[in-house]
Every structure is written in structure tokens, then in C-alpha cells.
């Protein structure tokens, strides 16, 4: 569904990208965001400098763990909500303790607790660092320039967007080689423009090696923030080392193919169940803003439908294909995801039968009809295999369905049938 290059997609409905990242243009699909604990594996897995933690589920899993950094010599421990959104400091997610009992206590509190409306389930425990400087650093895909571009800033802990917008200036941007990756000359050239001067070996694998794991897990996002100079005692007096200290991760979920282990790592309680359930009935399905259900087979149909609707006056709900020779159960199914949507005021179906035969889909939207728990007028335009089969099919149900001859005329009527309802 990615256009080629060169290639425009017109649609004005388009779901741009769902996370943040200013070369974010297009995105096809649902990112799948990593907890910070899954990111650090990875991170770590690649050689880069992530400070030991372990993963805790109950206060006294914390008491235990923060016990064993402290034997091993810790000043302190921090206990960090795993959830996924930032602002987790802020939110009081994030805390230092000097003891076990500390730690246990810290943890006793976030466990539970409600950060921007998701329930903490787990928390990391590490040793705290003594932090003397924070800086921030991501690889992002940048959809526009088709490259990884590595963005660095000498401040750090802030909120990037913020940052982006106040000063923008602050912020380093370079574009890493598709094949070659990040370029020692760049690598340096970013420590360089960070103040890490003083830690130019270090800052430099850390920038190549952020963007190579970009590239290897196929992640469009992988956020340090902060990056940390961090100082330790060493036996010949303090010493100061680069660390990542937090992370965050987002993964091409068409890609999870080719990394069986990503599989695992999801987190489906803090996933939209209707994607968890579109994936499952193998349907593309991503969410919009508007409130026309569109059901659609083909992605270049379903985007030029959306297109329709748009310049009808409507705002689609939803992108969804159906896919090709779908059966009458995918069809209810595909139903069944639209009508969640409680701000679905009116569904519009646009079947071109190809493969997938127009009776099917009748079948499936007469059952659909049949078992719905909530009555949204619905419109229907199918033309192409047995859709002559499928006027019979849906005049005979009884079922309360809206048909139209062309597309323009089906367009019309979902769109004043939504606008009605509203
Ligand atoms: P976020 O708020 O969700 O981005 O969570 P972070 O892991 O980035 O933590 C927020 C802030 O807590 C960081 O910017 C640091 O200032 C602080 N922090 C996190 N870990 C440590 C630590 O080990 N030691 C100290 N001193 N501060 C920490
Ligand atoms: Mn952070």
C-alpha cells in the first residue's frame, strides 16, 4: 500500500502517521510500540550502552531486585512505570530510592496507578544513575526523504516536541545512506554538534548503532531521551560514560514477519482492540476521525471511496479492505469492527466483485444485519461477479439496507444519511 517513488497518493482522508516525527507523510499501518524493557533488550542485543535493569510485577519482585543492585554497590535504584506513553516523570512514574524498602514502597504506588488513562502493570527496576548531563537522540524513519534520518539534541529529559516547535534549530538532523547506514563522518559529526566531544568513540557507535538497529528490527522509531553522561566511581576516581537511560521503540507491524521474536514482544492489553481484531480476521483496518463506516475491497478502492466521501462533504470513519475473495464471515466480521465505532453514524459498502463474489458479501452483510446490536443506516453499491445474485440476496433478507446503482449516488446517500444522524 506504500506508494512507489515518484508516485502521489491524492487523498485528502489519508491517515497520516500516529506518532510524532516530522517526515512522517504517510503511513499505511498501526505502529507497534515496544515497553521500554523489550527497547533496552534490543538496544542492548546490539551492543548499545543500556545500564542493567530487571522487570517487576509486584512490590515485593522490587524489594528483591532493588536488594541485589544495592549489594552489588547501586547509590540507588529506580523504579519506572512500564507503560506506553512518555511523560512517565512527570505523570510520577519515575522514582529514586536509596533502599530496598524505598524501592518497594516506590513501587507499591505505581503499580496500579493511572498514567494518561493506562493502568501499570510493571515496573523496571535499575540502578539509578548519578546524571550529569542528558541529551536526547532518535533514529526515525522519514517517509518523505525514504531514509532513516538520526535526530540529536544537547537537551535532553524535555519533551522533543516542544523543543521542535520553540526552537528548532536545536535540533541536529541527519539522513543516514540506505545501504551504507549512518557514515562514520556524520556519526562524528553529531557528537560533535552535541557537546560529546569529550566522548567522540562512544557518541559516534551510539548514533551508528541506533540507526543500524532502526534498521535491522525494521522500527521507525527509536527515541533515547534521555541519553545520559552518566558518572561512576572508578578505581582510579569518577569516571563519566555515555548511557541509555530510557527508550522507546515503535515497529513496522508489516514487517513482523521477519522478526518472529517481535511477536512477543506486544502488548496487546495497550493495543486498540480493533486492531488486535482486524489483524486476527486478516483485515486492513485503521481508524479515522469521521463518522461514515467504510467497507471496502481493495485498498485502491477503499482510498478512492474515501476520497468520495470527503469531497461529498463526509469524514470517513475508518479505512478498511476487506480484501480480496473474502467470505461472508469476514464480511460480518468486518461489520462488527466498523460498528464498534460508536461515532459511526451511517455505513457505506462499495463492493467491485472480482474475485470476491458479490453474493458473499451480501451474505455476509444480511448476517451482519441480522446480529448487530445497534441499527446504523446502510448503504450498498456492489457491481462485478453474481451482483445481480447479490440485489436478490439483499432485497429478500428484508434487511434494512439502502442500495444505489453507481458509486456517486451511494456516496450521496451515506453521507446525507450520516448527516442526519449527527
Ligand atoms: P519519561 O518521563 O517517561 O520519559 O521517563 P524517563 O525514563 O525518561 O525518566 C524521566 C526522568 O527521570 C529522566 O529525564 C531523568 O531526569 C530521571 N531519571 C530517570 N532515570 C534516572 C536515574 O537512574 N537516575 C536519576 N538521577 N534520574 C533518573
Ligand atoms: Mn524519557
Redesign the pocket.
Do not use: C
Given at each position: 500500500m506504500q506508494p512507489g517513488p515518484g508516485q502521489r497518493i491524492a487523498t485528502a482522508a489519508w491517515p497520516c502517521s500516529r506518532h510524532a516525527g516530522d517526515g512522517a507523510a504517510l503511513s499505511s499501518d498501526v505502529t507497534v510500540k515496544l515497553q521500554e524493557y523489550h527497547a533496552k533488550t534490543l538496544l542492548a542485543r546490539a551492543g548499545l550502552p543500556v545500564p542493567p535493569y530487571s522487570v517487576a510485577s509486584t512490590p515485593a519482585e522490587a524489594w528483591e531486585q532493588a536488594a541485589a543492585y544495592f549489594d552489588d554497590g547501586a547509590g540507588?535504584v529506580?523504579v519506572?512505570a512500564q507503560v506506553l506513553v512518555?511523560?512517565?516523570?512527570?505523570a510520577g512514574?519515575?522514582k529514586?530510592a536509596r533502599s530496598a524498602e524505598e524501592a518497594q514502597a516506590h513501587a507499591e504506588a505505581i503499580l496500579g496507578m493511572d498514567i494518561k488513562g493506562i493502568t501499570v502493570r510493571r515496573v523496571l527496576v535499575?540502578p539509578?544513575?548519578?546524571?550529569q548531563r542528558?541529551l536526547y537522540l532518535a533514529a526515525v524513519l522519514d517517509r518523505t526523504a525514504q531514509r532513516i534520518m538520526l535526530m540529536g539534541s544537547a537537551e535532553g529529559?524535555v519533551e522533543i516536541e516542544t523543543l521542535a516547535e520553540e526552537d528548532p534549530d536545536a535540533i541536529v538532523k541527519v539522513h543516514a545512506h540506505p545501504q551504507l547506514g549512518l557514515q562514520p563522518f556524520q556519526a562524528r559529526e553529531m557528537a560533535f554538534r552535541l557537546g560529546l566531544g569529550d566522548h567522540l568513540k562512544e557518541a559516534a557507535a551510539i548514533c551508528t548503532g541506533l540507526v543500524k538497529v532502526a534498521q535491522d528490527e525494521d522500527a521507525d522509531l527509536v527515541e533515547i531521551?534521555?541519553l545520559a553522561v552518566v558518572r561512576e566511581a572508578g578505581p582510579e576516581g569518577p569516571v563519566d560514560t555515555l548511557q541509555l537511560?530510557?527508550a522507546k521503540m515503535t515497529l513496522d507491524d508489516s514487517a513482523l514477519g521477519r522478526h518472529p521474536g517481535h511477536e512477543e514482544m506486544r502488548d496487546l492489553d495497550e493495543e486498540d482492540p480493533a486492531d488486535i481484531e482486524a489483524r486476527a480476521a486478516d483485515l486492513s483496518f485503521i481508524r479515522l476521525d469521521g463518522n461514515i463506516g467504510c467497507m471496502v475491497n481493495g485498498a485502491g478502492l477503499a482510498m478512492t471511496t474515501m476520497d468520495l466521501v470527503k469531497r461529498a462533504g463526509g469524514e470517513p470513519a475508518n479505512f478498511l479492505d476487506i480484501g480480496g475473495g473474502a467470505r461472508s464471515d469476514k464480511v460480518a466480521e468486518a461489520m462488527r469492527l466498523i460498528l464498534s465505532d460508536h461515532s459511526v453514524q451511517a455505513i457505506l459498502v462499495n463492493i467491485f466483485g472480482g474475485i470476491a463474489r458479490g453474493d458473499e458479501v451480501a451474505r455476509g452483510l444480511v448476517e451482519a444485519r441480522s446480529k448487530q446490536t445497534r441499527s446504523v443506516p446502510m448503504v450498498v453499491r456492489i457491481v462485478g461477479t453474481n451482483a445481480d445474485i447479490a440485489a436478490e440476496i439483499l432485497e429478500e433478507s428484508g434487511a434494512e439496507i439502502v442500495t444505489a446503482e453507481s458509486l456517486d449516488e451511494a456516496v450521496e446517500k451515506a453521507v446525507e444519511l450520516a448527516g442526519s444522524a449527527a
Open positions: 540507588a529506580v519506572k512518555g511523560g512517565r516523570g512527570k512514574g519515575v529514586l535499575a539509578g544513575a548519578d546524571i542528558e529529559g531521551n534521555p537511560l530510557d
